[in-house]
């Protein structure tokens, strides 16, 4: 049985994961989890022995390993499988740098335009489609000034220099959100640069949610 991961084409967690597993050159199976449909696959009971947070990614080894959360999965696939490339540099203070942009996206903006928080707003707090969506702008427009900032000092082809990091194996996913709450990537043209230089590779190509099984 071959490596297994569990998740849903447009959610920017699965997003990541993909986009490592195909930087590794692993090969895996993907089982889709509809997170929307007769109330959302994530809450069946079957799930949810492998994913007890009902959230999607589960990556679920050959050996029936299984690891939640993308941040620990991608962390854990870069030091089983170092070999190709690595994604995060050498240096102590070069890693905490490339991490701080990652803990920015994943969590102070990602986690505020999640699904489950937008169907929060919706069903209990009642707000409007129009609402919800200026909710996510907001959140989202707040993190990337800052994230466009920090780059100022890094970026070069990538997030830091001209190598792929798990700096942007975070920000393309977050920068696909942006773009379905019709931000103006104009004001950020950093991002805007690396992610155009990013989806120029063959990894995040193939990783893309519209290239996706599932895709709808």
């Avoid at 199976?29 to 999607?56: F, R």
């Avoid at 959360?69 to 870069?78: G, K, P, R």
């Avoid at 200026?134 to 427009?141: A, L, V």
Wanted: charged share 20%; hydrophobic share 40%; proline share 5%.
């Amino acid at each position: 049985m071959e490596m297994r991961l569990y998740g849903y084409w447009r959610s920017s967690a699965t997003y990541r994961v993909r986009i490592a597993l195909n930087l590794k050159q692993l090969h895996y199976s993907y089982v889709p989890v509809h997170l929307v449909k007769e109330g959302g696959g994530q809450h069946l009971a079957e799930y949810q022995k492998l994913n007890p947070a009902e959230l999607v990614p589960t990556l679920v080894e050959e050996d029936g390993n299984v690891i939640n959360q993308s941040l620990a999965i991608i962390e854990y696939l870069d030091e089983v499988y170092p070999e190709l490339v690595s994604f995060l540099p050498v240096s102590p203070l070069a890693k905490a740098k490339v991490r701080t942009l990652v803990h920015d996206i994943a969590c102070d903006i990602q986690p505020l335009a999640n699904l489950r928080v937008l169907q929060y707003l919706n069903t209990t707090l009642q707000c409007s489609d129009s609402q919800q969506k200026n909710w996510s702008k907001h959140w989202i427009e707040t993190g990337l000034k800052g994230i466009e900032q920090r780059l100022q000092s890094s970026a070069g082809r990538y997030c830091f220099g001209n190598e792929v990091s798990l700096a942007d194996i975070y920000l393309v996913p977050q920068v696909y959100n942006a773009l379905r709450f019709s931000l103006d990537l104009d004001n950020y043209p950093l991002i805007q640069l690396i992610y155009l230089n990013c989806n120029q590779l063959a990894a995040f190509i193939a990783a893309k949610p519209e290239n996706q099984p599932d895709a709808e």
